[in-house]
């Protein structure tokens, strides 16, 4: 929601458009360097042996941490912008970008929900994002035309209707870190070993090794302790898992053990390239995912830049029509679900893409012709 | 389709990113039309729409074929998608901020600019589809 308020309105707060896009850019630089940093802590706290589980006062830290920023980028965003002034615009979208927290949110939801609710919760979690998405578009588009003004003498602030949303958004950070604040009062202080957490499925994973564990190296105890034969499914990423144990003794890969914090940190990125570089079929389903990224982002910025200064559009209107453009996700995820359930992704991914495709394929002409005839009337 | 595009259009383009900016007499902002504007708003829907599914699709082929191994790493899966997806919009933007400073005010050229990166994209990601994935079907 925060990061994409402005985008129906930044084509006015700033008139030239380089600017805007760098205003609309800087928060996905800060949302990646958030993603460097949270992995990065996340690397420290697993090296120091200590990951604090129970109460999750790691993670309300890090809550804490994204609240605070939360609420100081907003603040210099709103500032900066009525006070125009433009390095600290870009520095406040910075910090707004960086209260980017999916990463740390879904490793919550895998710490804290049962294992038979993790996939309903995570649904959850990228049905309110999206929520997030369509609620700033229509807050951003729906209070830019309200005649409002507020002058603040004291601290030279001026609140007016091209900079209220800002204010809003301070207010709802605000509220979440309060709401963070209340919650590390109330926490239990309770600490555990990450190794005593992780002894229970280092030895699950290496079960087939055990000889005294199961019967079978097919087998598994269930939750009353009776052994059962593994599903077809389970066999096959059991075996999978063994190839890659194999291959990694064969290689001599252990687990990444420097002394350096940073080295360890670049180690764990190294190791996880490694394994994602093994198959195809997941660097292919990365750069699919840059891909729609890279085209979701160029429609959601550049929808309002045109509707807005080539159609003279008002920006609520362009606003309102991004926001129901947004509503889309909900039935095409919903879609892309259903299919998965009967049919294969690959056709699904096919379809998509020769969709896409046509309608791209009939602008080009389109447009070219449009030069064209332009060239040849006004040369 | 591709070969008229690259025969065609790119010479014209590349023509075009050298030459001084001037307002083009035949911008958008002079033909604007209803039909035009629904041309817009429809043709991003549907590109709009493909990219989502596209992305859930990939979402459901990455959970099928990510390994034990890797969701036990700190990089695991989840910030691996994500890096991938923060990436992909940055790399978005930036595309945005070079069309926009290589053609400045001319629109036709602008959405022509973004209208060939996502067909060379989009090609790109088709193909890489054709070619590995055809162990997935049974």
Redesign the interface.
């Known amino acids: 929601m925060n990061m994409y308020i402005i985008v129906p309105t930044v084509f006015r707060i700033e008139q030239d458009?380089?600017t805007s896009?760098?205003l609309?850019?800087s928060s996905?630089?800060g949302?990646?360097f958030s993603?460097l940093i949270q992995?990065y802590i996340?690397?420290l706290v697993?090296n120091d042996d200590v990951l604090v589980m129970d109460g999750s006062i790691y993670f309300t830290k890090v809550f804490l941490c994204i609240s605070t920023i939360g609420v100081l980028g907003n603040l210099l965003f709103s500032y900066a912008t009525s006070t125009n002034r433009y390095l600290l615009t870009i520095i406040g979208r910075f910090f707004i970008g960086m209260t980017?927290c999916?990463?740390i949110t879904?490793?919550i939801i895998s710490s804290a929900v049962k294992i038979t609710h993790i996939a309903a919760a995570a649904v959850y979690f990228k049905l309110s994002s999206v929520i997030g998405l369509i609620l700033g578009l229509l807050i951003g588009s729906l209070v830019h035309n309200i005649p409002f003004t507020v002058i603040v003498h004291g601290i030279d602030l001026t609140i007016t209707c091209e900079t209220i949303h800002g204010f809003i958004v301070l207010g709802l950070w605000t509220l979440i870190l309060g709401s963070t604040i209340r919650l590390c009062l109330l926490m239990p202080k309770r600490t555990t070993k990450y190794s005593e957490i992780n002894t229970k499925?280092v030895n699950a994973?290496t079960n087939i090794d055990s000889p005294g564990s199961s019967d079978s190296p097919y087998q598994e105890e269930d939750n009353e302790g009776r052994s059962q034969e593994l599903t077809p499914f389970r066999k096959l990423?059991k075996l999978?898992?063994d190839s890659?144990?194999l291959i990694d003794r064969i290689d001599g890969h252990h687990s990444p053990q420097s002394s350096s914090k940073f080295k360890t940190f670049l180690s764990?990125?190294n190791?996880?390239l490694k394994?994602?570089l093994r198959?195809?079929?997941?660097p292919?389903?990365?750069?699919?995912?840059?891909?729609?990224?890279?085209?979701?982002?160029?429609?959601l910025?550049?929808?309002c830049l045109?509707?807005i200064?080539?159609?003279?559009?008002s920006t609520r209107l362009s606003g309102l029509?991004l926001a129901a453009?947004?509503t889309?996700?909900i039935p095409?995820?919903a879609?892309?679900?259903s299919?998965?359930e009967f049919s294969?992704?690959?056709l699904?991914?096919?379809v998509?893409?020769?969709?896409?495709?046509k309608?791209?394929?009939?602008?080009?002409p389109s447009?070219?012709f449009?030069?064209n005839?332009?060239t040849a009337?006004?040369q | 389709m591709l070969a008229t595009v690259l025969l065609v259009y790119f010479p014209n383009g590349c023509a075009l990113m050298f030459k001084a900016a001037s307002h083009n007499p035949m911008d958008w902002c002079n033909s604007a039309t209803l039909i035009s504007v629904i041309f817009l708003i429809s043709g991003s829907s549907i590109i709009f729409v493909g990219c989502s599914v596209i992305q859930n699709a990939a979402l459901s082929i990455i959970s099928k074929t990510s390994t034990s191994k890797l969701n036990r790493n700190i990089i695991n899966i989840g910030v691996l998608k994500n890096a991938a997806s923060l990436i992909g919009k940055l790399f978005g933007n930036l595309l945005l901020v070079l069309a926009w400073l290589s053609y400045r005010l001319t629109s036709v050229d602008y959405m022509n600019f973004i209208a060939i990166s996502f067909f060379i994209m989009m090609t790109l990601g088709y193909h890489r589809v054709k070619k590995n994935y055809f162990f997935l079907s049974n």
Not at chain 1, 279 to 282: P, R, V, Y
Request: proline share 1%.
């Open positions: 458009v380089v896009l760098t609309i850019g996905i630089v949302a990646i993603l992995t996340t690397s697993r980017f999916e990463t879904l490793a499925p994973a990423h999978t898992e890659e144990n764990y990125w190791r996880a394994i994602s198959s195809a079929s997941l292919i389903s990365f750069l699919l995912i840059f891909i729609s990224s890279a085209i979701t982002e160029m429609i910025t550049s929808f045109t509707m200064l080539h159609f003279g559009l029509c453009l947004s889309l996700i095409s995820s879609l892309a679900y299919w998965t294969e992704e690959r699904l991914i096919k998509s893409a020769i969709s896409a495709m309608d791209m394929a009939s602008r080009i447009n070219y449009r030069f005839a332009s009337l006004f």
